[in-house]
Nanobody
Framework: QVQFVESGGGLVQAGGSLTLSCAAS????????MVWYRQSPGKQREWVAS???????TYIDFVKGRFTISSDSAKNTVLLQMNSLKPEDTGVYYC?????????????WGQGTQVTVSS
C-alpha cells in the first residue's frame, strides 16, 4: 500500500517561507488528486491545496496567492511552497490523496510535518 512521508516543516517568523515535501513510496497514478491537508491546534484536519492532472491546482481561500502546490511525478514528490506565512498557518501538514483512498484502499496518514509561525 502506498505511504506518504512529509518533511520540510519548522519554526519561522511571520512573513517567512517554507517548502514542504511529500514523498510517496510508489509512483501515484495521474488519475488521483494529491492534497496537502493541515491540522491546526484544536481544529480538525482541513484541505489546504490540491493538484490533479494535468497540473490543475486549487487552494483554500486563506492561502491563495501565498502557497503553491506542485508535483514531480518522476520523483514521486509533491511540494508545497509557502510564502508570506502567518501565525494562523501554524499546524501539522499532511499529504494524501483526495479522500485518503488509493486504488480502493484507505491510505494511512503519515506523521505529518509541523509548521510553527511566530508573530
Amino acid at each position: 500500500q502506498v505511504q506518504f512521508v512529509e518533511s520540510g516543516g519548522g519554526l519561522v517568523q511571520a512573513g517567512g517561507s517554507l517548502t514542504l515535501s511529500c514523498a510517496a513510496s510508489t509512483r501515484i497514478s495521474s488519475m488521483y488528486v494529491m492534497v496537502w491537508y493541515r491540522q491546526s491546534p484544536g481544529k480538525q484536519r482541513e484541505w489546504v491545496a490540491s493538484i490533479g492532472s494535468p497540473n490543475r491546482t486549487t487552494y483554500i481561500d486563506f492561502v491563495k496567492g501565498r502557497f503553491t502546490i506542485s508535483s514531480d511525478s518522476a520523483k514521486n514528490t509533491v511540494l508545497l511552497q509557502m510564502n508570506s506565512l502567518k501565525p494562523e498557518d501554524t499546524g501539522v501538514y499532511y499529504c494524501n490523496t483526495l479522500g485518503a483512498i488509493y486504488r480502493g484502499r484507505p491510505v494511512p496518514w503519515g506523521q505529518g510535518t509541523q509548521v510553527t509561525v511566530s508573530s
